[in-house]
């Protein structure tokens, strides 16, 4: 079994093993914003991950946006590594 334990954006270790897929983008009503979701075995609800609010404004809101799309492929790059040690891909 691969042990390799990847970090969420949030801080959260999740065992890389245990992850059974990972959501596109949606629009999150409850966040606020841009969010994604990550399924594991075992957990009814996925866990849902976005970049943090740094403020109020629509600047704020794009920047916001565009980070959790760069956390969603850096996650996802990780995830992909540690299942089968090949290199990343990217959009």
Not at 34 to 51: K, L, M, Q
Request: proline residues 5%.
């Amino acid at each position: 079994m691969n042990t390799r334990i990847l970090t969420a954006p949030n801080g959260s270790l999740m065992r890389a093993a245990h992850i059974v897929s990972v959501s596109p983008l949606f629009e999150s009503d409850v966040l606020g914003t841009d969010a994604f979701a990550v399924y594991t075995v075992g957990s009814e609800e996925p866990f849902v991950f976005c970049a943090p609010d740094q403020g109020g404004g629509p600047k704020s809101a794009e920047r916001r946006k565009r980070e959790t799309a760069e956390l969603h492929q850096q996650f996802i790059n990780q995830w992909i590594v540690s299942l089968d040690n090949t290199t990343y891909l990217k959009n």
